[in-house]
């Protein structure tokens, strides 16, 4: 396992699609996964949007979408559940994509946002507006989403060595920031009132409680502009995992393009953790999930985000119907479920780059 690649330079047999000025190759496999995951996805979201002390079925659920139906089916379904399961899809799709970009640059299966030390930075700025400041829910979010690219910018500087990042460096450098920041945020949660930590602690926990159309429109834009430059970049990113100096030779900027993947990953996280807490592993099995079921070393970008979307609304179906007398934040099932998968993962030695 390559840990995640974007793209490879000796992709399996595809067909070439035309789309205006540009060229897309189409590789079978992976669009059949591709399109079997955004299916499985759309019907794991009508299903969610069921859930709930008001009994709605699937049927209701579809005319409520079309604002037809019962007011109150309506009512619900639009302010209340449409934007939490949107909310779960796309940030499970930026998750992923920050994921394929980090394990890309890094050349390393356990290069994620979570690993690095972005979700904690993301953590530290959240923490600091609910105890220091008491802040409110936009004040938390932005503070989440600071934090998180301050992290970035941190361990991107602390990890250039020779010019250029990378490797081994770039993960030990985040985990050893990331360590540093846990230590603060457990300063912090100690430092603040019993209220602020419990709320503190809650936010911690990743959640899609109350998620609203402005969590929504926050992940959203981040997808709708991000996701579609870790595509354009994808094929320099696969040349750049043969080495720089071949990359260079080939005409790639490397500098350059790793510091645009990079901070595209980083805005992805921080934008997906602002709009619901940190969510545990998603960002790093969905990559690697895809590229076993394509059968390929590569992880279509596509297909990254549509398996990413897929985890975490399967997620928050099982955090909603687990047989357990309290609400089960959805970051709690996701790192459980991811867990098991690193440590299934560090077993295999073998299939794990460092």
């Keep these: 396992m390559t840990g995640g690649r974007l793209t490879d330079l000796r992709p399996p047999s595809g067909s070439l699609v035309r789309v205006g000025r540009w060229h897309v190759v189409v590789h079978p496999r992976t669009a059949l996964v591709s399109g079997l995951l955004i299916v499985v996805t759309l019907g794991a979201a009508i299903y969610a949007m069921t859930i709930g002390t008001l009994d709605i079925g699937a049927v209701d659920v579809f005319r409520a979408l079309f604002h037809a139906g ?12 449409l934007p939490r399961t949107l909310t779960a899809a796309l940030a499970g799709a930026a998750l992923a ?38 802040a409110g829910d936009l004040q938390v979010a932005l503070g989440a989403f600071v934090g998180g690219v301050l992290t970035a910018v941190v361990v991107y500087l602390l990890s250039v060595k020779g010019g250029t990042t990378g490797g081994y460096q770039l993960i030990l450098t985040g985990i050893g920031v990331g360590a540093v920041l ?7 949660l100690a430092y603040g009132g019993l209220d602020e930590a419990v709320q503190a602690n809650v936010w911690r926990a990743g959640s899609l409680s109350l998620r609203g159309w402005g969590h ?4 959203g834009v981040a997808c709708l502009v991000l996701i579609p430059v870790v595509g354009v970049l994808a094929k320099r990113a696969s040349i750049m995992e043969m080495g720089d100096d071949l990359a260079a030779q080939l005409g790639v900027r490397t500098g350059r393009t790793r510091l645009v993947l990079v901070f595209t990953a980083v805005f992805l996280a921080a934008a997906a953790t602002a709009a619901c807490g940190p969510i545990a592993f998603v960002a790093l099995a969905a990559p690697q999930l895809v590229n076993r079921l394509t059968g390929s070393q590569s992880v279509s970008v596509v297909g990254a985000a549509a398996m990413g979307a897929c985890l975490l609304v399967v997620s928050d179906i099982v955090s909603q119907t687990l047989p357990v007398q309290a609400a089960v934040p959805i970051g709690r099932v996701t790192g459980v479920i991811g867990g098991m998968y690193l440590i299934w993962l560090l077993t295999r030695k073998d299939k794990v780059r460092v």
């Design 182 to 188: 846990q230590a603060v945020n457990d300063f912090l």
């Design 97 to 134: 994509v920050s994921g394929s970009v980090l394990q890309s640059v890094s050349r390393n299966a356990l290069g994620s946002p979570e690993i690095v030390g972005f979700t904690t930075g993301a953590a530290t700025g959240a923490i600091m507006q609910i105890v220091v400041y008491q």
């Design 216 to 219: 929504v429109t926050t992940v």
């Design 70 to 81: 019962d007011a109150s089916d309506v009512r619900v379904v639009n302010s209340v559940r």
